[in-house]
């Protein structure tokens, strides 16, 4: 029920509203707020908010005004903005607006066309025709970490970079396949993950064991494990003779 009050103050500013539910109002005459009263302050809260992120707030921006910070500055992002321009990428249509796919590609392909970038004039200076190299943001961002000389640089493009446990290996970095193979009762990552002297114990055991069949009643799988066994306990026990036998094969997954 909307009062008088309301009616007077509320002018309309359209002239047709479409899309929107019916809404009854319903006068509250109870002094204390029940916590109906509280769920229904809290959701037209949450929708104003929404209006005001929707109508008020600021959209990403086309390529042209920076939508893409993790590009270097200078002729280098510039290089990039020409290249998708000549691939046909409309630069000055806001990023949102561009359909998912060429988002996708912008960001994460491993395609690295080479393209001839059309002369630029600018008030400045006239600039003529180039081979531009392509290059994702992904992988823009990794050969920086991985290749270049300048911290400055490096720490730049690090901030575009998140650390988290791979979902699929568990931070192994292994593939799936790999993980399933056991040995000893055991998957690769936890033989790795013992101790040299405890590795040394194991695989001495399961060597022990073998060599004392005969390799006559043994077929090919028992053979090749004899010879992989006796090469690799040859390298532990260098190793642990060498007080190194508390030391791991691979770290902590991460």
Same mark, same amino acid.
């Given at each position: 029920m909307l009062d008088g009050s309301t009616v007077r103050r509320l002018y309309p500013q359209v002239e047709l509203v479409e899309g929107m539910p019916p809404t009854v109002a319903l006068e509250q005459r109870t002094s204390a707020g029940g916590s109906r009263s509280d769920v229904g302050t809290i959701s037209a809260l949450s929708n104003s908010l929404r209006l005001l992120f929707s109508r008020a707030g600021k959209h990403p921006e086309h390529? $042209?005004?920076g939508a893409?910070?993790?590009?270097?500055?200078?002729w280098l992002g510039k290089n990039f903005r020409e290249i998708l321009e000549t691939l046909g990428v409309d630069t000055a249509r806001p990023w949102r607006e561009l359909d998912e796919d060429t988002r996708q590609w912008i960001l994460y392909t491993d395609e690295t066309p080479i393209v001839t970038v059309l002369p630029v004039r600018e008030a400045v200076r006239t600039q003529g025709p180039y081979e531009g190299k392509w290059e994702s943001v992904s992988r823009y $961002? *990794?050969?920086t970490v991985a290749a270049t000389q300048s911290e400055k640089n490096r720490a730049r493009a690090l901030r575009f970079f998140t650390a988290s446990t791979c979902p699929t290996c568990h931070g192994h970095r292994l593939n799936p396949a790999a993980l399933q193979v *056991?040995? $000893?009762d055991a998957a690769i990552c936890e033989l790795t993950h013992l101790n040299l002297d405890a590795l040394l114990e194991l695989l001495r055991r399961r060597y022990d064991h073998i060599v004392t069949r005969?390799?006559?009643d043994d077929g090919p799988e028992i053979g090749a494990e004899r010879i992989l066994l006796f090469t690799t306990l040859a390298i532990l026990d260098a190793v642990t003779q060498l007080g190194l036998g508390g030391a791991l094969i691979r770290g902590p997954p991460r």
């Open positions: 390529i $042209l005004d893409i910070a993790a590009w270097p500055g200078a $961002l *990794r050969r *056991r040995y $000893l005969d390799p006559r």
